[in-house]
């Protein structure tokens, strides 16, 4: 599963906020591609983790014990694993025989800043399937200041282990990593920690034991691609009980009335999703956000794993400060998204980022108003209709973290015009239909493709209009799509190919529901010069669109 989870999004709520942390965003996306390759698109074989960590805060140490299933192919003779550059490794066995190594500096990444190669030489050669790597190593993890913590920084790690928090994810390379990130793993991971700290980890908690006076927790998650640990002497928490499931949020500093009010969006987003698509896939059934208390840090909603969301405290609180009513609704709407919206692969990730950026829209929508959901679908377009005009389409978006605008924004433009074509009934149930038929499984472009045309029928172009266009927005050439001329009555002169998204137009909306589109596409055209419609009218129980003479024709804004 080739995904690239590096999911950082920080922002107000509204959309003409948000698009000044985007630029950061795009840094770490674009970076993140130096060190993420596409796996192929089957599925893979997951790498089992059993890990025992002792972390020491006021010392910055960290020591682990690991037993660890890695796949391998018939006839390897080595391994190569990723384990962060200062950590010493003390001892090494493959299938119970000792086995040799040596190690390589990692390649250069700013996601992956402190990151060397580890060669292993196998003891005897491994016929196919697994190797079990028994490992123990321990270290200090370098200084690296947080993201954003000095103008123009070149080098970032947000990972951490200080007296005032530990935060661990897969950038420090804290444990060993033998496929790009991406691929799925199943963590098993004990925590221990000095008396007073509270850990939050990767999956389901087993149990929670006091040893010598350390609190000891035992945790669980079989479908990861990630082993997070968060931990702090002075968490509180807050827990809301969901349907088939319990919100649990972690804080230091910020303002109860913050966290009851983020936990009411938790609860609503979990609950508008749940209702469309039906039961999440996430293994625990607690979604875990947590506000480590950093300073900086990745921005947005920061980071997201199954079940569990890592966001920024300090960031936080600088933007209450400035606004007393910031939300991170849409951001972590998107986050939460992916508890469904996880099963596109390779190339075809970008329907995870689709689903998951239009559903954090439909969110804003449901949860905050109509017109906070235009104005995010503005923003959308502005960026969509900046793109060059070779910027990749969608069926052919290469998964490497550089099309960011075409995947998420572009994606969720199509989403919508989708909606807009079938009626939100036709189009809520086809996604649930879509994501009840494909989770766990990997899925590409070609399956996108197939089940939208069939479900969009007569205006089943329509998806290839959106899949294959390059650049910004789509523009319908002649007969792309099929004409209907029932109840359509046109005015002006026109070409076969402005009929087409009258047609849908007519075809999918209600004469008041037209009638707001086109309010909403006029307000489009003063920023833009590409309107095609000069006027909407119901006449004698038909509609009548006049098309204005030579403009090209933009169908998201139509239909
Ligand atoms: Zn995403």
Redesign the pocket.
């Known amino acids: 599963m080739a995904k690239v989870k590096i999911?950082t999004r920080c922002g107000p709520g509204t959309a003409r906020q948000k698009w000044g942390a985007v630029k950061f965003l795009f840094l770490l996306i674009v970076v993140a591609a130096f060190n993420i390759v596409p796996l192929a698109e089957e599925k893979a074989v997951p790498v089992s983790y059993d890990l025992k960590v002792r972390i020491e805060p006021k010392q910055g140490t960290i020591a682990v014990r690991g037993r660890i299933v890695v796949p391998v192919e018939a006839g390897a003779k080595t391994l190569q694993f990723g384990l962060h550059e200062t950590f010493a490794i003390r001892k090494l066995l493959v299938n119970g025989r000792r086995a040799t190594f040596s190690t390589q500096p990692g390649d250069p990444s700013p996601f992956f800043p402190a990151t060397r190669k580890v060669l292993v030489n196998l003891p005897a050669p491994i016929a196919s399937g697994n190797a079990l790597v028994e490992l123990e190593y321990s270290g200090r993890l370098k200084e690296i200041p947080e993201f954003g913590t000095y103008p123009d920084q070149k080098q970032a790690m947000d990972d951490q282990i200080n007296s005032r928090l530990v935060e661990l994810a897969n950038y420090s390379s804290w444990y060993p990593q033998f496929f790009v990130y991406g691929h799925p793993i199943q963590p098993t991971l004990e925590v221990s920690l000095p008396k007073g700290w509270i850990a939050i980890c990767s999956g389901k908690k087993l149990d929670e034991q006091e040893e010598d006076g350390r609190p000891v927790t035992r945790w669980s998650s079989p479908l990861d691609d990630d082993i997070l640990i968060a931990a702090a002497p002075n968490y509180k928490r807050k827990v809301i009980p969901v349907s088939d499931g319990q919100i649990e949020i972690y804080y230091t500093q910020l303002p109860e009335e913050f966290i009851n009010r983020e936990g009411g969006e938790i609860a609503a987003v979990m609950g508008l999703f749940t209702q469309e698509l039906g039961s999440t896939t996430i293994p625990s059934g607690t979604v875990k956000h947590v506000f480590s208390p950093k300073r900086k840090g990745q921005g947005r909603a920061g980071i997201a794993r199954p079940g569990m969301i890592v966001t920024s405290e300090g960031r936080l609180l600088e933007a209450l400060a400035k606004d007393p009513k910031f939300s991170l609704l849409q951001d972590v709407a998107?986050?939460i998204a992916?508890f469904w919206w996880d099963f596109g692969v390779g190339q075809g990730d970008w329907i995870?980022?689709a689903f998951?950026?239009y559903w954090s829209a439909v969110a804003v929508e449901r949860i905050v108003s109509e017109e906070e959901f235009q104005k995010v679908l503005e923003g959308y377009r502005r960026e969509v209709s900046d793109l060059p005009a070779d910027a990749p389409s969608l069926a052919k978006v290469p998964f490497d973290g550089s099309g960011f605008v075409v995947r998420y924004y572009k994606g969720s433009l199509m989403l919508d015009s989708i909606r807009k074509t079938m009626g939100n009934g036709s189009f809520y149930a086809a996604a649930r239909e879509f994501f009840q038929t494909y989770k766990g499984k990997s899925i590409g472009t070609a399956e996108f493709r197939s089940f939208w045309k069939q479900r969009l029928g007569d205006t089943g172009a329509l998806i290839d209009l959106w899949l294959d266009s390059v650049g910004g927005l789509p523009r319908i050439e002649k007969s792309a799509l099929p004409l209907c001329e029932d109840n359509l009555v046109a005015e002006g002169t026109f070409d076969c190919a402005r009929y087409i998204p009258a047609c849908l137009f007519h075809q999918s909306t209600e004469s008041r529901q037209a009638a707001r589109t086109y309010g909403g596409a006029t307000s489009l055209v003063q920023h833009a010069s590409w309107l095609i419609i000069s006027s909407y009218r119901s006449d004698h129980g038909k509609n009548r669109l006049r098309i204005a003479e030579g403009s090209q024709v933009f169908q998201n804004l139509l239909i």
């Open positions: 999911r998107h986050e992916h995870n980022e998951a950026e």
